[in-house]
């Protein structure tokens, strides 16, 4: 069973859930309830622990939202960008966020105790064109971005005095700042709209314009990795992914409806879709009585039917974000799906 929210009649850009599910922050194109910005806000993140928000947005600007007796309480974060943010995360231990970018730019941001203020750091090289997704490791130190050059790469966002060092990694052992641990670029040429690491961290999963989804299995630093699988789809592009387990994961987007992927090392296939549009069609009497009120509309308004608008599945246009929502990293019962539709769902997962 599904469980759905509509809450507005405007796109929903991006959503999160706290780790208790009681508070949910949302970014949509008209002015926020937590009024800082000037211009629309691409992208929401809330922190598990700390409940602390991070938005970005258009104004190219990023502001962190501490819950305050009074209410929420703003502090600019200096991003030093000159085009719009596109896309904001948390760090998996909260000490840093990272902001993707239209200027061909990753800030990765941190607080500085003596300033008491949050700043940034710069992955610049090899990025050539607008950053859409960024994905963390369970490391909180290595950086998955997807981005509008067909590549899915990973960084390095190891800062001295933030972060402990950490443990080796098939993606790599000493890695200083803005290093190169990994780049993938997509055949086809074709954007890359999202990325994410499985729930171990030693695979990646990207999803591209051409309708399909790439897991990469690293082997070992500056090594070819153990295996590039891609799977294409005669489905419209995807733009979101979500790992449930280290041999599932689910990807949504102009479909409007997400599908299921299954498989390791050895292959990857699409094994299932949910919210399937066509399971839902009626048999029998219903079917009849379809037909008789498609001749009705053609009579009456020149139209085959009265919902020609309507599609057969629960989000009404493109998903646009997904979100684990129930369970514990490699096994996610429940996920969360956002959209241009307004409104949110929520699905379960096969076991």
Known sequence: MSEVHLLFHQPIADHSFSADRSLVAVSRDTKDELAGHDKTVTSVDIAPNSRNIVTCSQDRNALVWEPSPTGWKPTLVLLRINRAATHVRWSPDETKFAVGSGARVIAVCYFEEENDWWVSKHIKKPLRSTVFSLAWHPNSVLLAAGSADAHARVFS????????RPEPTVWGERIPFNTVCGEYINSSGGWVHSVAFSPSGDALAFAAHNSSVTVVY?????????????????????LTLCWTREDQLVAAGHDCHPVVFEGSMEGWRLAYSVDDPRKSSGSGASQESSALNMFRQMDLKGKSSADDTNLKTIHQNSITVLRPYEGKPGNITKFSSSGVDGRIVIFSVKG
Do not use: R
């Open 157 to 164: 966002s190891y800062i001295k005095g933030v972060d402990q």
């Open 218 to 238: 690293p082997s070992a630093p500056e090594q070819p990795p153990h295996a590039v699988l891609s799977v294409t789809t005669q489905m419209l592009p995807f």
